[in-house]
C-alpha cells in the first residue's frame, strides 16, 4: 500500500502522507489522560479532528461536498489506514465513523456500491463494497469474540442481519412447527368426527 493520499483544495491538489495522519493522531492525544484516551468519545474526537484539519473542503466540492478525496484508490488507502486506527485504539471500524473521518457519508458509499453514482468508474463500487465487507467482517468478529450487543445491533442495523428462533428436530424433519397432543387435538376440535362402520360379529 502506497503510504500517501492526494486531496484537492480549492482546485489544488495536495499530497498527504499516511504517517502525517498518525502525527496528528499522535499530537491530539498527547496531552489527554490516560483514562481518557481509553474512552469512546475520544475515538470519535480524534476522527472529527482528523476531518477538520484534513478532509473539511474549504467551500462545496463537484461531487463529494462535504470531502476534498477524490478518487476511490485514495479513498481504499484511507479505508486502510483508519482500519490500523481502529484496531490501534481497541474500537470496531465502522462505515458511520469512516465517514465521521473523510466527509464521505454511507449514503454515498451505498450509491456506489450500487452503481447509482460514478457508473462511469467501477472502482468506486469495488471501494465501497471493500469497505462495506470489512466493516461486517469486524463486526461479526466482534459479535462472536466479545458476545457484544453492540456489534449485534450494529450487524442489523446496517448489514440487514436477523435473529431466527431455533429450529427443533421435528421441524427440521417435516418442515412443520412441533405441536404438542394438545395443540393437535385443538386444532381439530372443530372438525366433524366420521362415523365408522359397525360390523355384526358375523361381518
Request: with cysteine.
Amino acid at each position: 500500500m502506497q503510504n500517501s493520499i492526494v486531496v484537492n483544495s480549492n482546485g489544488a491538489e495536495t499530497e498527504v502522507y499516511l504517517t502525517e495522519l498518525d502525527a496528528i493522531v499522535d499530537e491530539y492525544i498527547r496531552d489527554l489522560d490516560p483514562e481518557t484516551i481509553a474512552k469512546p468519545t475520544t475515538f470519535l474526537g480524534i476522527l472529527k479532528h482528523l476531518y477538520v484539519t484534513c478532509f473539511r473542503p474549504a467551500e462545496p466540492q463537484q461531487y463529494n461536498s462535504k470531502s476534498i478525496l477524490r478518487s476511490a484508490e485514495d479513498v481504499s488507502k484511507l479505508w486502510d489506514w483508519y482500519c490500523s486506527l481502529a484496531f490501534r485504539f481497541g474500537r470496531t471500524p465502522t462505515a458511520l465513523q469512516f465517514g465521521l473521518l473523510c466527509g464521505i457519508d454511507r449514503h454515498t458509499l451505498q450509491d456506489w456500491k450500487d452503481g447509482s453514482t460514478r457508473r462511469a468508474n467501477s472502482a468506486y463500487s469495488t471501494t465501497a463494497q471493500k469497505i462495506k465487507a470489512e466493516s461486517e467482517a469486524a463486526l461479526e468478529n466482534r459479535a462472536i469474540e466479545s458476545n457484544a450487543i453492540g456489534a449485534i445491533f450494529g450487524l442489523k442495523a446496517s448489514h440487514g442481519w436477523r435473529e431466527t428462533a431455533p429450529v427443533s428436530e421435528p421441524e427440521m424433519l417435516t418442515q412443520r412447527p412441533y405441536e404438542t397432543p394438545e395443540q393437535i387435538m385443538a386444532r381439530y376440535a372443530d372438525i366433524e368426527k366420521p362415523e365408522l362402520p359397525v360390523f355384526d360379529e358375523e361381518g
